[in-house]
């Protein structure tokens, strides 16, 4: 995993069940992976440490190189200086990351092969989806920090993914954020049997009294 404490498998799947959604509010908001991504296998989620591959400008060299580094359970980030519509991943190379064992991949440029990513079954989020090729030309680097919708990824860091797109936990932060998730859906659970009694959230959050308070602090005007 590129070093570092080892996690607890179960922690890592428990965080892809809670969701990207529920672990980035409770890590205080950090982490986003703040682009639009295409998730390919639809319902996937998955959680896994982070394989990193920083790819040369429209090519994937890195791509062929990276497989072999691929430990399972890992999730394969596929990232270039500059994101653009050109085709990182088909068939062929998501075949080897699957053999690999990876839990997933997630490329911040395009793939192609579509209907055969589904068939295959690997868990892949995109930002695009186009037929444009790569060249195998440009040397890149393996195992390196990557930025990733503004978020840097580092090999390790946890990386969940969803159907509301994608956040990345810090390592040495795993067990903090799990245990903020799991309290946050505590309060979830509740709130809900609440909405579900009729009672409503402009309430329960005291909203309706910042609301009007606001309104009735306004100074009043005089035509």
């Given at each position: 995993?590129?070093g570092g404490?080892?996690?607890?498998?179960?922690?890592?799947?428990r965080?892809?069940?809670?969701?990207?959604?529920?672990v980035?509010?409770?890590?205080?908001?950090?982490?986003?992976?703040?682009?639009?991504?295409?998730?390919?296998?639809?319902?996937?989620?998955?959680?896994?440490?982070a394989?990193?591959?920083?790819?040369?400008?429209?090519?994937?060299?890195?791509v062929?190189?990276?497989i072999?580094?691929?430990?399972?359970?890992?999730?394969?980030?596929?990232?270039?200086?500059?994101?653009?519509?050109?085709?990182?991943?088909?068939?062929?190379?998501?075949?080897?990351?699957?053999?690999?064992?990876?839990?997933?991949?997630?490329?911040?440029?395009?793939?192609?092969?579509v209907?055969?990513?589904?068939?295959?079954?690997l868990?892949?989020?995109?930002?695009?989806?186009?037929?444009?090729?790569?060249?195998?030309?440009?040397i890149g680097?393996?195992?390196t920090?990557?930025?990733?919708?503004?978020?840097?990824?580092?090999?390790?860091?946890?990386?969940?993914?969803?159907?509301?797109?994608?956040?990345?936990?810090?390592r040495e932060?795993?067990?903090?954020?799990?245990q903020?998730?799991?309290?946050?859906?505590?309060?979830?659970?509740?709130?809900?049997?609440?909405?579900?009694?009729?009672?409503?959230?402009?309430?329960?959050?005291?909203?309706?009294?910042?609301?009007e308070?606001?309104?009735?602090d306004?100074?009043?005007?005089?035509?």
């Open positions: 995993m590129g404490k080892l996690m607890n498998a179960n922690d890592i799947i965080l892809s069940e809670l969701g990207a959604a529920t980035y509010e409770a890590s205080g908001r950090e982490g986003l992976i703040d682009i639009p991504l295409i998730q390919i296998i639809p319902n996937s989620r998955v959680a896994g440490p394989r990193t591959a920083l790819c040369g400008q429209d090519d994937n060299l890195m062929h190189a990276i072999e580094h691929i430990q399972p359970g890992e999730v394969l980030v596929l990232a270039m200086l500059e994101s653009a519509p050109v085709a990182l991943i088909g068939e062929l190379l998501a075949t080897q990351v699957k053999v690999r064992g990876a839990a997933g991949i997630l490329v911040d440029a395009s793939v192609r092969d209907n055969e990513l589904v068939e295959l079954g868990p892949i989020w995109t930002r695009f989806v186009r037929v444009r090729g790569a060249t195998k030309t440009k680097e393996l195992n920090k990557v930025t990733v919708g503004g978020t840097e990824i580092a090999v390790g860091d946890i990386v969940v993914l969803d159907a509301d797109g994608g956040v990345c936990v810090k932060r795993v067990e903090e954020v799990l903020a998730s799991e309290e946050r859906l505590t309060k979830e659970n509740a709130l809900r049997k609440k909405l579900m009694a009729g009672q409503t959230s402009y309430d329960l959050h005291g909203l309706r009294d910042f609301v308070g606001i309104k009735n306004k100074p009043r005007t005089h035509s």
